[in-house]
Structures are given as C-alpha cells and as structure tokens.
C-alpha cells in the first residue's frame, strides 16, 4: 500500500516581511515548524567583549548588534536577532575549537546544573522600533561517563554547539532536566517570540 503524502499545515502566517538574522539552522526550524515565511540574513557580526559586562548585557548586545546590522540593510522590514550562551558557574561555554575542548565541557557539565541564556531582539528601523528580552533556562546533566563522553564526540554533534551539546538531538540522552523553556535551550525562546510577533501583527493564527 502506498503511503500518501500531505502537507503540513501551518499554525501561524507571516503578514509582514521578516528576517532572521542569522544562519542558525536551530532557528530557523523553530520558526518553519509553526508555518512562518521569513527571510534568512546571517548578520556576519563577530561575538567580542568590548567591555567586561555581566552575562545578560553581554547576550543582549550580541543579539542587537545582530539585529541592527541587518536592519541597516533592510530598513522596511521587521529583523529578528538572536544570541544564546550556555554558562557554568559564570563561565560562558562557547563552541569548542576541537575535540579536547568539547570533552572538557562535558566533563565538566556533568552531573551538574547549568543555564542557557538566550536574548531576542527586534528591529524596524523605519518605524524606529527596537525591542530587547532574555530568556534564562536551568539545564541539569546526569553524571556521564567516560566512554559515553567519547562515544558522542565521535559523532561529530558536540562540535559546532555551544556547551559541545545539542539538546535537540543526541544530547537529549544527557539532560535530565529542563526547568525554563526548552526552545530557549535550543536556540530561541519561541514562546516569548511568537508574543511579540503576534502583538505587532507580524504573524497571525493562520486561520
């Protein structure tokens, strides 16, 4: 018997152009899964301390910095940035370099309870609309072993996440516990972004 195949259907409708500005795949599936249309525009800004700041300021100056070279370019329409740091005893744990970075953060996320900060930012630049919010999630990781550690090394996935983990994919199997919101863990706190783009009539239900 042949299987038939449908179309997913939407959620919610994009009524004004949007941008992402950035090249999170992460992202960008948190957004396609609930049906919105949005244009992908990596910001190409690097993440650099210019100043020592707490953990908050720092998140949320990555985000708007993100947001508002993008809206630069695209004046007219309404840009998402986006910035999240996975941070261990006020320690940011970023992406690890190379194999020996990502078993040093494992080793030290386990058994252990961390948070996942997240800021969002929206842009108009026509309309002079700027808006800020962090996202903070606790994540706890159950005691793992060497050769578990080793094992999801070599799989690759550790490498370009930051905290060398993926909540979202293998790296499920090490989280415990979540307490906070979940898609903030994996990128973006979509529950706090779909209030804003519901409230300015960005998105709609799509009904």
Avoid at 42 to 58: A, D, F, K, L
Wanted: neutral net charge.
């Amino acid at each position: 018997m042949n299987s038939l195949h449908t179309t997913p259907i939407a959620l919610y409708r994009t009524r004004q152009p949007l941008i992402l500005a950035s090249a999170s795949p992460r992202r960008s599936e948190l957004l396609k899964r609930i049906g919105l249309d949005f244009q992908v525009i990596p910001s190409g800004t690097e993440e650099t301390n210019h100043v020592p700041t707490g953990i908050c300021e720092q998140v949320e100056r990555w985000a708007r910095e993100k947001a508002l070279a993008v809206s630069l370019l695209r004046p007219g329409s309404w840009v998402l940035g986006a910035d999240t740091v996975v941070v261990l005893e006020g320690r940011i744990l970023g992406k690890p370099r190379n194999a020996n970075e990502a078993r040093s953060m494992l080793e030290d996320l386990s058994a252990k309870t961390h948070e996942v900060t997240s800021a969002i930012c929206l842009i108009h630049q026509d309309n002079g609309f700027q808006r800020i919010q962090t996202v903070t999630s606790r994540v706890r990781f159950r005691s793992l072993g060497g050769r578990e550690i080793e094992a999801y090394i070599r799989t690759g996935e550790p490498l370009d996440k930051a905290g060398a983990y993926g909540v979202q994919g293998m790296g499920a199997c090490m989280v415990q516990e979540v307490s906070g919101s979940y898609t903030n863990v994996v990128g973006l706190p979509l529950c706090e972004t779909l209030e804003w783009l519901l409230e300015l009539e960005i998105v709609a239900p799509a009904v």
